[in-house]
Antibody, heavy 121, light 108 residues
């Protein structure tokens, strides 16, 4: 069965960086894009961008351009999302999700369990 | 950026009731690229509907989606106890992909 398993909770100080991993299994890794979405407490989700694990091409939301970097490792079927210059407003649950269709414009059919990132001095 | 506005914010209903959730877009969503998700406390969102009206795998047929352009609706024909939670719409027709603020369906 399709599974996306994310790394554990992180605490960072303002200005630091955080790197979250998402290990995929149960399907052909290179056949689906992986998206990253975050959700602040009590808020709706917010999209950060996506990566095509086949080749590693990425597309980021303009809001996070320059601060986010997504990479993939086909040997371990793992995708990474690094967010830098952290601010308190970046405190949120960060999810990876698989694209339903092999296309940039798609919904998300499987999600990781979420990684809580807390930014606090 | 397309802003999605969901209404009502909260829907208080009983099992067996019909639920109608609305999602309005600030401009037309291309190709009806709109999805609906259900989220329960402590869990990730679950895909219910994609492309405005297609049910995702394993989703019961009491869930249906409709609409196009700027107005979309999720209907739950007869609420089951497990249907209570927060529902989000999402558009993926243009970048950035955006989500609505959610409608909470609670037990009356």
């Amino acid at each position: 069965q399709v599974q996306l398993v994310q790394s554990g909770a992180e605490v960072r100080k303002p200005g630091a960086s955080v790197k979250v991993s998402c290990k995929a299994s149960g399907y052909t890794f290179i056949n689906s894009y992986i998206y990253w979405v975050r959700q602040a407490p009590g808020q709706g989700p917010e999209w950060l961008g996506f990566i095509n694990p086949s080749g590693g091409s990425t597309f980021y939301s303009q809001k996070f351009q320059g601060r986010v970097a997504m990479t993939s490792d086909t040997s371990t079927t793992t995708v990474y999302m690094e967010l830098s210059s952290l601010k308190s407003e970046d405190t949120a649950l960060y999810y990876c999700a698989r694209g339903l269709k092999l296309a940039a414009r798609t919904s998300f059919d499987f999600w990781g369990q979420g990684t809580l990132v807390t930014v606090s001095s | 950026e397309i802003v999605l506005t969901q209404s009502p914010a909260t829907l208080s209903l009983s099992p067996g009731d019909r639920a109608t959730l609305s999602c309005g877009a600030s401009r037309s969503v291309s190709a009806s690229f709109l999805a609906w998700y259900q989220q329960k406390p402590g869990l990730a969102p679950r895909l219910l509907i994609y492309d405005a009206s297609s049910r995702a795998t394993g989703i019961p047929d009491r869930f249906s989606g409709s609409g196009s352009g700027t107005d979309f609706t999720l209907t739950i024909s007869r609420l089951e106890p497990e249907d209570f939670g927060v529902y989000y719409c999402q558009q993926y027709g243009s970048s950035p992909l955006t989500f609505g603020g959610g409608t909470k369906v609670e037990i009356k």
